[in-house]
């Protein structure tokens, strides 16, 4: 294997939008919510490996998911874990984790992927990575792969490449990015035919992606570069402590992508799926004759069509009359709700929250 090839997986989100499975104690990716016998987590592992030594993937995540993490993941150290203070959005979770694996070796190149992805063709994932840092090793670009949309859907975010009849790449230059749009533009993006969903999978260097934090985001590149400790030491890691909440809360897709210009994007199809919502798990399930997804050992439906009925607890549940339904039963809540409204469970847990605590969340 590349002796030169990094990955880093973010598995910092609290994935509110799958409770009351996912919550701020057990996150999502730590579940394994498609019943494959391996969590989210320990799926992305498990495609990184393939082409990058085991030592050299490391897991950003935060301070309180560390043991969890290590408990899923026997094959790293402690030392794999970059261990967040606090969530300040992906900017500076790649920051920390660029200038980490920089100073291990200057010469890397990094795969960065989210820890909550579907993807079925682990073949053709592989030959797209390979493809890309074979690019980043050779220029300064920042690459991202580009999913080609099956539909237009309003829960991803979209890349527009510059066509060009001259290019016979499969690298495209990139020339917008739009954060996740209403109905109408999301089916004239599918339609004009340049459009790709943002998987938020990146490939760089080490070097290349810390000179766009030191030209776009120069306040955050500086409050880093201020450490003269070595991050990989406990005085290094103490530093970023006392930074970290000081810095600005932004994506890298907002800090750096919308405003370089040596972004590329590689249009792929390999099976793909950010599993965000109980929908989307519901769209990616084996649906039984009446359309409904069961997941539980004591389900009993009647008259109930295109639902997600889904329980951890080893009791008897019984749904009469319901149809697009997403009912989500735990030791500690309680879902039903309408599968449409699946991008407003964010907000229920904040209101539940605020009125009644975080015993729930």
């Not at 290590?70 to 790293?76: S, V």
């Not at 070097?207 to 070595?230: G, N, V």
């Not at 290094?236 to 970290?244: C, D, H, M, P, Q």
């Not at 997941?295 to 329980?311: A, E, F, P, Q, V």
Request: a negative charge.
């Amino acid at each position: 294997m590349n002796k030169n090839y990094f990955g880093v997986i973010m598995a910092g989100g609290i994935g509110s939008r799958f409770w009351p499975l996912s919550t701020t104690e057990y996150p999502k990716q730590f579940h394994d919510i498609l019943g494959t016998g391996r969590t989210f987590l320990q799926q992305t592992f498990d495609r990184l490996k393939k082409f990058i030594p085991l030592e050299q993937i490391y897991v950003v995540t935060l301070e309180e998911y560390v043991s969890l993490t290590l408990e899923q993941l026997p094959e790293i150290s402690a030392s794999q874990v970059i261990a967040e203070p606090s969530g300040m959005n992906t900017a500076p979770c790649n920051l920390y984790a660029a200038k980490l694996i920089h100073e291990i070796n200057p010469e890397a190149n990094i795969v960065v992927a989210p820890s909550d992805h579907v993807i079925l063709d682990e073949t053709v994932f592989v030959q797209k990575i390979e493809l890309a840092l074979n690019q980043a090793e050779k220029e300064e670009v920042l690459v991202t792969l580009g999913i080609q949309p099956t539909r237009p859907d309003t829960g991803y975010g979209y890349i527009q490449y510059l066509t060009d009849a001259k290019n016979k790449s499969e690298i495209k230059k990139v020339k917008t990015f739009t954060e996740k749009p209403g109905i109408e533009l999301a089916e004239a993006f599918v339609k004009s035919g340049d459009f790709l969903w943002n998987a938020g999978i990146f490939i760089w260097k080490a070097k290349s992606i810390l000179h766009s934090f030191q030209k776009y985001l120069p306040e955050m590149y500086e409050s880093f570069d201020h450490i003269q400790t070595s991050l990989l030491t406990e005085e290094g890691k103490k530093e970023v402590k006392e930074i970290y909440s000081t810095v600005q809360m932004i994506s890298i897709d907002n800090g750096i992508l919308e405003k370089a210009n040596n972004v590329f994007v590689i249009p792929s199809s390999f099976g793909w799926s950010d599993l965000g919502t109980w929908k989307s798990l519901y769209e990616n399930s084996e649906k039984l004759e009446d359309q409904n997804v069961k997941r539980g050992k004591h389900i009993i439906s009647y008259n109930t069509n295109d639902s997600l009925i889904y329980t951890t607890q080893n009791k008897a549940i019984i749904v009469d009359g319901l149809e697009n339904y997403i009912v989500v039963d735990t030791k500690k809540a309680l879902l039903i709700c309408p599968m449409d409204k699946d991008q407003a469970i964010k907000a229920f847990v904040s209101d539940l929250k605020l009125n009644k605590g975080e015993k729930f969340v």
